[in-house]
């Protein structure tokens, strides 16, 4: 029997993914389970497996290609049928109606040449507008008839971003744009029209060539690149940000921290990072206002009575932000195992979406490369993100002489239309405190 393989529905609020590895080939036999492709999508690199032993007949799409949520994508002749009850299902009842051949889709627009309009129906003018618009060196990727509903509705092409393969827009894309444009000037956002430029990849003036000046190389922007371009351009455009600095004095803890991973028996080691996730929760509960989201629409402040914390991974295609559930109600020990297993796989690309979802305050910790201090940028709709630089050891005037100490820079963004300058220099010094002074966290978490 033959089975449809289609792409399901992987995490609320996606619609396509970018197919990054096909795993088999047309005449494969595969068994159940077994992966048949990944594709990645806005949240995570997602296995599709087969969900029947047989033999691959046909597949219909290659690396690269970007598609929707449901669509077919491959074929299996399952295995272990009755053959004359197979050979039944391909001949059709007596006096059935044969089903008309499968027609092939149209090639892409730009491989021939469009059809002339009628005389008729086409004025001189509107002729001339199926013409490639050009700006510079730059054409737009997208139909005539594309281009031709952009201008009906004065969107500027070069500003839509393309959702299919290589950027190409599409009439959903251009329609998305105006709703979007509409639905930011209903909020008091600012309109990309009106500024010549829209949010993330959008608004860019076209580039120099710059291979006149020397040798050049190009590569495509992973799926994980273009997002996370797009989501910091908009949080930057949109949240009004203020980054407070402190220090905290953590020898007594680093020395603690080190004692521990000696004595310890599991793999999984404690790390800086586990103990401010959970000193972080707690804050959260002390300080509600750093775990809610702003809903200008509403002209409401939605608070979060959970504390699910999000933790930056560096990885090779990019920064992936896994999320550990509930981190208040977790000792550390607990949280520095799951946080090193999130870490692993985040690094081997098998996080699942439901694992990257939900954060309401991020921690980014640069301490293991190194720098005095950074801002980090919220990452909308959160309204605050603590960023953790090298801890070094520098004097201290303890108010009779300077003694060394180990300080860990902290840097804490917040957006200031949630989070006034003395909320925000009074969340740090807390967080600093409880680092100085682990029995401050059991007194005031």
């Not at 908009?234 to 603690?256: C, H, N, R």
């Not at 909308?380 to 993100?385: D, H, K, L, R, Y």
Request: glycine share 8%.
């Amino acid at each position: 029997m033959k089975h449809e393989i289609t792409v399901p529905e992987v995490s609320e609020g996606v619609t396509a993914g970018t197919v990054i590895s096909v795993s088999v080939a047309v005449g494969d036999q595969v068994e159940e389970d077994q992966t048949l492709l990944e594709l990645e999508t806005d949240k995570a690199v997602v296995a599709i497996p087969a969900p029947v032993p047989g033999r691959v007949t046909e597949i219909k799409v290659t690396d690269g290609d970007e598609v929707a949520i449901g669509a077919v994508i491959m074929s299996i002749e399952a295995t272990g049928e009755d053959p004359s009850e197979a050979e039944t299902e391909k001949q059709p009842p007596i006096g059935a109606i044969e089903p008309e051949a499968e027609i092939p889709p149209d090639p892409e627009p730009e491989t021939k040449e469009p059809l002339p309009p009628p005389v008729y129906q086409q004025s001189k003018e509107q002729v001339l507008d199926l013409t490639p618009v050009r700006r510079d060196d730059q054409v737009a990727p997208a139909a005539p008839s594309v281009r031709r509903l952009a201008r009906e509705l004065g969107v500027d092409i070069y500003q839509v971003q393309g959702s299919g393969p290589g950027g190409r827009i599409c009439e959903d894309d251009v329609r998305a744009f105006v709703r979007n444009t509409m639905q930011q000037l209903a909020s008091g956002g600012v309109s990309p029209l009106a500024t010549g430029g829209a949010n993330g990849l959008h608004a860019q003036r076209p580039l120099p060539d710059f291979s006149k000046w020397g040798e050049i190389s190009t590569e495509p922007l992973s799926k994980i690149r273009e997002l996370t371009a797009d989501s910091m351009a908009y949080a930057w455009s949109t949240i009004p940000m203020v980054t407070q600095y402190d220090k905290a004095g953590v020898e007594d803890l680093e020395e603690f921290r080190k004692e521990y991973n000696y004595r310890s028996t599991s793999d999984a080691k404690l790390t800086m990072t586990a103990i401010l996730v959970k000193v972080c929760a707690a804050a959260l509960k002390t300080f509600p206002q750093f775990n809610s989201s702003l809903d200008l629409v509403r002209k409401e402040l939605i608070f979060k009575h959970y504390q699910h914390i999000g933790v930056a991974v560096d990885t090779p295609n990019g920064l992936l932000v896994p999320v550990i559930k509930d981190a208040g109600d977790k000792g550390v020990e607990e949280l520095a195992v799951e946080l090193n297993d999130l870490a692993e796989r985040t690094r081997q690309r098998k996080l699942t979406p439901a694992e990257m979802e939900g954060g309401g305050f991020i921690i980014s910790n640069l301490g293991g490369i190194g720098g005095d201090a950074f801002t980090p940028i919220v990452y909308a709709p959160q309204v605050a993100i603590l960023g953790v630089s090298k801890a070094e050891m520098q004097p201290v005037w303890n108010g009779r002489e300077f003694e060394p100490r180990l300080m860990l820079p902290l840097s804490l963004s917040y957006d200031h239309r949630v989070i006034d300058g003395a909320a925000g220099a009074r969340f740090l010094r807390w967080i600093c405190q409880a680092l100085e002074q682990p029995l401050h966290l059991a007194m005031k978490g």
